[in-house]
């Protein structure tokens, strides 16, 4: 087979063995790579209703067909478990070097299995697999694990590791590799905690034949091209964080925890004043021709610099009611230090100081509180102690869904999460497309596997005449090809006609005969067997839903009024279990399934 | 009779000219986005090519139109009225 190397590695750190397993062409040919590999691969190797935090609970890295194939953007993996913080599908993207690296040694995936009774650090590469004792590594940040290993194993070795909060379980820790990218939502930080696994290091350089060697070499200097046309503008200059100042222009912002009841005035914090009064520079990943990635000098912290996205200026800024940039830039560093993703870390924290405010904390756990002298010393205080899971910060380290269920007294309602995912950075009682993708999303309150909210954005005559959940159905299964060959989705725009264009270069990579037609097959596919996961491991209809603020406090600036309403959320749902033709209580009927190839 | 005209420029255009909000005044009513992109052309000729296309009939496909930050419309339908704002935004709303 082109393009793959047909071979999974699997890895019981257990016994501390391994073995290699065929990977079979027609489980690639329907669920390509990446997170679609990756799904499939869960559901096969996952037995059901394991714990997260079980042994049993596979950790699987996915790479993809493009990947080695010097494409732009496309040195990706996807890192795939049950998620600790949502019981279901939990998968995250990462890239650069290490993509390249795990698809050297010879695997197109690698599963790990079991859990060691003490801290290890694997060494793998094209001769085998060492066992090494991570003791000295713990404790140690994400960077300070990488370059350990630098100087231990030398700079061939690309790693994947945890930092303080993946070894302490925290639910949405991170995993942090090729300095300080992150696999960052859902939690498999914390999968890999639990399995006593501090860090991984891949050296390969297995080569792979590609069937049309000389297409491909004429689509790399193409698309080279137009990545840096008008389609990814925005990326190369400012990178994400530019959302801020538009989102917050547009309303879409949300503020101190979707209350969006804040005075203050975010400018300082925006993409646009941040690259004028700091320093800034931009790194690119490997193979990538964008440069999407903004560092940022933090200001009185001598050379350190942050990786600055608009999610982690969000989360730990307006979100948190906070404007102070140097506070925002540094926790934002502290959390990718810590390997914690930025989202359900600030989200668990504005959660937190809401609850406060209104006096529904325990006295028992107030008293775990560190002394702290204003609103962004307390965010600091809090970060801190949750990744070391001290005082108050055990407690929040279980994300804003379970802790506000330990306490009940109405908490739940000003947690904002859907399935125990924490939302992200797009305002849903504004743009009614995002909030229905943010309901139904199998991992839950995701905004990159669906990119619903480009509807909002689109005029109304861009739209047609789809219906909502049509609308989240086509950019749930594009978002599965996406994720699955992988393209970074900064990209998307590139192509003038993605599944044409996608499959003909799939095709040049594997010799397969694949047309458009069946590259979106594929992500329904994809997409139904992420739901029949779920499905199988409890999901009900009452979890497809939003946080109660959502509908019942309304937003106002005197002139207009945006809101959501239950019964709104669920007709769109409707629609949207429609267009899937899944049944009205949202589940699969067999005959769909059948249709799709997915044997359960 | 004259209308005004706050145009808000996000993202690189906001780089490239310094500038946040920029005041036009146009003495005919009938003004829509194309008179608009040739004042900004005047103003900012950095803009050519960067934001605004050459032919200056238009905002490159990175950017698009809002106007006061309400909906998103089909330029050629955008109806300009006097203390509109319309806002200049990147076309990508991924991240």
Known sequence: MFGYHNKILIIDVSSKSWRWEDLQEEVVKDFIGGSGLGAYLLYNYCPPG???????????????????????????????????????????????????????????????????????????????????????????????????????????????????????????????????????????????????????????????????????????KQLAIKSLGDATEKYRTLGTMANLSVFDRLKVLPTGNFRNQSNKNFDSVSGEVIHKEEKVSTSHCANCTIGCEKLVTIPNSGSAKVRLEYQSLFALGPLVGISDRETILKSSKFCDEMGMDTISAGSTCAWFMECMQKGLIPERWLDLLPTYENDEDLLKKLLNAIAKRSGIGDILAEGSARVSKEIGLGTEDFAMHVKGLEMPGYEPRSLHTMALALAVSTRGACHNRSSAYEYDFASSSDSGKLSRGQMVVDGEDYSAVMDSLIWCKFVRKVFDDFYVESSEILNDVTGWDMDPNQLARCGERINNLKKQFNIREGWVMDQDNLPKRIFSEPLSDGENRQSLSESDLGTMIKSYYDAREWTSDGLIPESKLKSLGIEC | MAINLTVELYGNSRIITGQKLVQLKFADSKVGVVEVIQELALLFPALDGKVLDTGHKGLLSSYVFNLNGVGFQDPAKLKLRNGDSLLILPSQAGG
């Open chain 1, 50 to 220: 394991t714990d997260p935090f079980s042994p049993a609970n596979p950790l699987i890295f996915c790479t993809s067909p493009l990947v080695g194939s010097r494409l732009t953007t496309t040195s990706k993996f996807a890192v795939v478990s049950k998620s600790p913080q949502t019981g279901f599908i939990g998968d995250s993207l990462s890239s650069s070097s290490l993509a390249l690296a795990i698809k050297g040694i010879g695997a197109d995936a690698v599963i790990i299995l079991g859990s060691s009774n003490r801290w290890l650090s694997l060494k793998i590469d094209e001769s085998g697999i060492e066992f090494n004792d991570a003791s000295h590594l713990i404790g140690n940040s994400t960077s300070m694990t990488e370059g350990n290993l630098i100087e231990i194993f030398g700079p061939d070795y690309n790693t994947a590791c945890i930092g303080p909060a993946g070894e302490n379980m925290v639910r949405f820790a991170s995993i942090s590799n090729d300095g300080g990218r992150q696999a960052g939502r859902t939690g498999n930080g914390a999968v890999m905690g639990s399995k006593k696994i501090k860090a991984i290091s891949f050296k390969g350089y297995k080569k792979l034949n590609y069937f049309n060697e000389f297409n491909l070499s004429q689509t790399r």
